[in-house]
């Protein structure tokens, strides 16, 4: 009897033992602990801030902390590369711009990352809409005469951007390609909005929300803008296709990453939560609507779909523009 009673002990023992050791081997319930949101841009401008916006929404629903960190420099490259290098354990995310996956595979014959290897496709958060410019001093106020004015004043118009295999050095190019405008590169690393004012460039392709106070002083006027359809921001201004440069055209996004073999519960969950942030009437009116960003709403799936796609138009303008960055 005393043997018998002594087995039920044991057995009840294993018993508990295996519980506890089945219950410590579960993962804990996603995310508890902070969540690093890379940022490939410098603090203050769209990205960031659309960064940060994200970053409070997702911890008020979560209850965990996001954390957002810049690490902006070579054309997205460095930001990219520290997210890749990161563990796929849904505790680091990347924000970035279609550059990382859609140009710099075209601008760089080796980069230290795998567009497709290294990333998992989580959300396009924004579509910036953007808009080429021209100074009102020059005298021309439609895509057209700003066309004819290059051609009849040769080496008179310079057009700013943030650097070379910029977008707007990149469409500056693929445009000379569709027009024969004559029109100067000048790459400015603080970006083209001040040299513009100022005078020492006469043109600039950028997010309308950096140039829509100065649209409204009077002081730059859009002739065209990016895009398959008007921009609500600028809805008198015609597209480039309204201008006579085709259907062609590759549209900047951000979009959120998570190193490649993160969970794909996590990325669902992601995903979800982003794309109701960003279309949620109070976030677009405090923090996209400013930027003029349009929210995204596509699905992971739907992401890398685009990306394929857009990496294909990526191609095309850096074929035309003839440029390499190493």
Wanted: aromatic content about 8%; hydrophobic content about 45%; charged content about 15%.
């Amino acid at each position: 009897m005393h043997s018998n009673r002594f087995v039920r002990s044991l057995f009840v023992c294993w018993a508990a033992l295996g519980i506890g050791l089945h219950a410590a081997a579960q993962p804990s319930p996603w995310p508890s602990k902070p969540v690093k949101i890379i940022v490939t841009a410098p603090p203050g401008l769209p990205p960031d801030v659309l960064a940060r916006g994200l970053a409070q929404q997702l911890e008020a629903r979560l209850g965990q902390t996001f954390l957002v960190e810049n690490r902006p420099g070579a054309s997205t490259i460095i930001g990219a590369q520290a997210c890749a290098a990161s563990p796929p354990d849904g505790y680091t995310l990347c924000l970035t711009l279609n550059d990382t996956v859609s140009i710099n595979p075209h601008l760089f014959n080796k980069l230290p990352y795998d567009p497709d290897k290294n990333f998992a496709p989580v959300a396009i958060l924004a579509w910036p809409n953007s808009a080429i410019v021209v100074s009102a001093s020059v005298g021309p106020k439609t895509f057209k005469e700003v066309v004819e004015f290059s051609k009849a004043k040769p080496n008179t118009l310079n057009f700013g951007s943030f650097g070379n295999g910029s977008t707007a050095h990149l469409y500056l190019e693929w445009i000379r390609s569709k027009t024969g405008w004559d029109v100067t590169h000048v790459p400015f690393a603080s970006g083209p909005v001040v040299p513009t004012l100022a005078g020492h460039v006469q043109l600039t392709y950028l997010a309308i929300g950096a140039l829509r106070p100065h649209i409204e002083a009077g002081k730059l006027i859009p002739i065209a803008v990016a895009g398959s359809q008007r921009s609500a921001y600028l809805p008198d201004v015609p597209t480039f296709s309204e201008v006579g440069l085709g259907d062609f055209y590759v549209r900047s996004w951000f979009g959120l990453f998570a190193p490649a073999g993160t969970p794909s519960a996590v990325i669902d969950a992601l995903n979800k939560h982003s794309v109701t942030i960003v279309n949620d009437p109070a976030f677009r009116l405090k923090v996209m609507d400013p930027l003029t960003l349009t929210p995204g709403k596509e699905t992971p799936a739907e992401m890398a779909a685009y990306i394929r796609k857009d990496r294909e138009l990526g191609a095309e303008l850096v074929r035309v523009a003839k440029v390499k960055l190493d």
